[in-house]
């Protein structure tokens, strides 16, 4: 679908399963929080797979493990209260599991970087903004002090803050949300990483600024061929951004597969339920849907298919068994009875 460069990243013939161009390959990540309360299930054996130059949107409701997901990839959960009680996250030819600290420091925020909601978790107050992300492209890009400076403030440039060069000195608390959040941003696509991961990123931002950071993201995707990770609940964002869709409920990936597959012809019930309650063009408002019930508790998640108490085509089996991923066609996954 997009235009493919050569990057230059390490040699990938050798990648494990055969699957050269495979930036990120997850199997079987389980996740549970170990609580008071009791034991919360919250991402319940996920596989995903992003290549060279592909961006998987993530969608779900509120609650249904994206962040989780996303935070487990690179090592940042709370670990106690979370552990990660299975599975696998290749990233280029190495499980991200198995790494040290320091290891994965190293690949945080240069091979693989992030962009969160809250920009004050990734930014440090005690540096200047430009230092901060200068920093990032001395070590990750081995510029020198100079020229890594130059081009911190050329990308504070490129991501519309306004007068970039002077406000360069100041610190994080000095700018407003919208602000930090660009700056996070900047900071984040600075060190050309192979894999972005992108965690609602634009939810604070009004429209046009939205707008201008998915553009930005698409141009990285373009020049360097970066593999991108893209959280939201909005499908008009996944539409505007995504090669692939995965979606996400109670912990469960219960449909993947290409944007256009997914728009034209979805197939789990809950994905369903999902594009007929947001708007489109093509369809009067009176067809709006809004799914019913809520998200499970997910420390006594239902039986079965944990989707079944909401579910419109709901069977006997759902309340019993777990649906197995099938694949409906090239690279479409359903987690669903029906099929
Ligand atoms: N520190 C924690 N302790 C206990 N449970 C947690 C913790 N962090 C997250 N959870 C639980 O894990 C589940 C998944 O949460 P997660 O934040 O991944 O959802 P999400 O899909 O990102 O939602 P949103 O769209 O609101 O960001 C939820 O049930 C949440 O309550
Ligand atoms: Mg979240």
Redo the contacts with the bound molecule.
């Keep these: 679908m997009k235009s493919k460069s050569t990057r230059n990243s390490p040699d990938s013939s050798t990648r494990e399963n055969g699957q050269n161009n495979s930036v990120l390959t997850v199997r079987g990540l389980r996740v549970y929080?170990f609580?008071e309360e009791g034991v919360?299930k919250?991402v319940e054996g996920i596989d995903l797979d992003i290549k060279k130059g592909e961006t998987l949107g993530l969608i779900?409701?509120?609650?249904?493990?994206?962040?989780?997901?996303a935070l487990s990839l690179v090592q940042l959960l709370?670990i106690p209260?979370?552990k990660i009680v299975g599975g696998s996250v290749f990233f280029e030819n190495t499980d991200l599991l198995t790494l040290s600290d320091k290891k994965m420091r190293e690949i945080r925020g240069g091979k693989i970087s992030m962009i969160f909601q809250d920009p004050m978790t990734s930014l440090n107050p005690l540096y200047s903004v430009a230092d901060q992300i200068a920093e990032n492209l001395r070590v990750h890009r081995k510029m020198l002090p100079d020229e890594a400076t130059k081009e911190a403030i050329r990308m504070m440039n490129v991501v519309g803050i306004p007068d970039a060069e002077r406000r360069s000195i100041e610190y994080p608390h000095q700018f407003s949300g919208g602000m930090r959040q660009r700056v996070m941003i900047a900071s984040a696509l600075s060190c050309l990483p192979a894999l972005l991961i992108a965690?609602?990123p634009t939810t604070a931002l009004d429209v046009t600024i939205q707008a201008q950071v998915l553009e930005l993201i698409e141009e990285l995707k373009q020049k360097y061929d970066t593999a991108v990770l893209y959280?939201t609940?909005n499908f008009a964002v996944v539409a505007e951004i995504a090669d692939r869709v995965a979606v996400?409920y109670a912990?469960y990936i219960v449909e993947e597969g290409d944007v256009y597959t997914i728009f034209e012809n979805p197939k789990h019930p809950y994905t369903i339920d999902l594009l007929s309650s947001i708007p489109r063009v093509d369809k009067k408002l009176s067809h709006l849907e809004v799914i019913r019930g809520s998200i499970p508790n997910?420390i006594t998640p239902p039986e079965g298919c944990r989707f079944h108490p909401r579910c419109k085509k709901v069977m006997d089996k759902c309340s019993k068994v777990v649906p197995e991923r099938v694949e409906i066609n090239e690279r479409h996954f359903v987690r669903c009875h029906l099929y």
């Design positions: 929080f609580t919360v919250a779900g409701e509120s609650g249904s493990g994206k962040t989780v997901s709370p209260p979370a965690d609602e959280i609940h996400m912990g997910l």
